[in-house]
């Protein structure tokens, strides 16, 4: 069986992670996990978050394709600006995901998802069913003590709708002035 090639970077990240969990040998897997939870969650709850529809990331990556290139152009530096400044996130949807997987060709999805990434310092929402579920677990966790044996969380943080470019401008030009 010939072994798929794999990136420097991924075989770095890889190591890394390899060095990690071998530094802690002790530590469950549930453990980690609720460790990794928490950090992802106290991340995301330290920022506002705004979500931008498959339109506004398409505008970002392109601005000049925008109906308001000029507009589009300080949207994208203030989303810049208040990511860097750890006072914004933009989570991406779901659905903003399966479009990116559509996206041809490669150099072209490349580059969206560039600005994705960078935008929402590779956080996603997880997909509805998998939300569904979530829900439902925590209410029989909540509400039914046999279920409290079970280990599990999600991550609740809210999400702002970009509906206008000029007053998502003001919005988080005044947000980051706080």
Known sequence: ??????????????????????????????????????????????????????NYWIWLREPACSPFPNQAVQLLDALQKGVRNGRLVCPISYPAFIELMKLNPIDLRRKQAAIMDALSSRVGIRNGFDTAEIEFLDFLFETHRSFRLFCFGSIRFGVHWVTSLSKSIRTIQVFLTK
Not at 30 to 50: C, G, H, N, Q
Request: proline share 4%; glycine share 0%; charged share 30%.
């Open 1 to 54: 069986m010939t072994l798929p090639i794999v990136s420097e970077r991924i075989q770095r990240l890889m190591a890394e992670s390899d060095a990690r969990h071998s530094a802690n040998p002790s530590l469950s897997f549930e453990d980690y996990r609720r460790t990794k939870y928490a950090e992802l969650s106290d991340f995301v709850r330290s920022r506002k978050a705004i979500y931008l529809d498959m």
